[in-house]
């Protein structure tokens, strides 16, 4: 489904990403680990085209590594970027028509109705102010948008990040739901242990560069690993 090719990303003349490839194939659940500054929000960050890089992306056998991030959208994936980055000072409902600004009306309206059956707690709040939810409820939303064009794939950047643990886990509930759904996910986490009970396969990235991968398992298991990232 999704193909990186050798992915470069530079910020003047430090590098960020440096020639990283790997593949999501339809269906599967991979993560991507690593420390801070390893360079995991980089390369999603290239995939969705809101950095410059060089490399190929290509997706559902499409190149779409020249096209803007606008252009990209429409091949096919949902993106839940870091820090939420909702708009506060919409309503729930607004920022969920936002996301599914490429839908028709008939796509909109399922899109709508398939993220309050998906979280009824949004439902309850559509004409709500964004600003005003639980750090909980805006992680559900800035998930909810990105289900709004029904994508075959998301790309999720820490969707932990700042939640209680109990929180935590009704979010990886949500995903593991919309995996079994047929959704394929490339997901960015620094709740390493977490993240790898759920996922299929896994990456581990430092200083821009892929040092580590193989099954969730299996990785969950290298001593490596449970030394710098699980504990």
């Known amino acids: 489904m999704l193909t990186l090719d050798g992915i470069e990303v530079r910020y003047g003349q430090a590098i960020a990403v440096g020639g990283v490839s790997l593949q999501v194939e339809a269906g599967r659940w991979i993560v991507l680990i690593g420390a801070n ?26 190149d779409i590594s020249t096209l803007p ?9 949902g993106y839940v970027p ?17 996301g599914g600004y490429t839908c028709d009306a008939a796509g909109l309206r399922r899109g709508l109705d398939t993220a309050f059956d998906l979280f009824p707690r949004l439902g309850e709040r559509r004409s709500q102010l964004a600003a005003t939810l639980s750090g909980g409820e805006q992680q559900m939303l800035a998930l909810a948008r990105a289900l709004m064009t029904q994508p075959k794939l998301l790309l999720i950047d820490e969707i932990s990040w700042g939640l209680m643990p109990i929180l935590v886990t009704q979010v ?4 593991k739901a919309l995996h079994a ?21 896994a990456y581990v990235m430092s200083a821009g560069h892929l040092v580590l991968d193989g099954p969730a398992e299996e990785i969950a298991r290298d001593p490596r690993v449970i030394e710098s990232y699980v504990g």
């Open 172 to 175: 990886f509930e949500h995903l």
């Open 82 to 98: 870091e820090g939420r980055q909702i708009f506060p000072q919409m309503t729930v409902e607004e920022n969920l028509r936002i």
């Open 69 to 77: 991030p606008w252009h990209r959208q429409r091949h096919g994936f």
């Open 37 to 62: 500054g390893a360079g995991k929000t980089s390369l999603l960050r290239a995939v969705v085209g809101l950095v410059k890089h060089r490399g190929r992306v290509v997706l559902n056998g499409d």
């Open 181 to 201: 759904a047929g959704i394929a996910i490339l997901q960015v986490e620094q709740n390493a242990h977490e993240a790898l009970r759920h996922a299929q396969h």
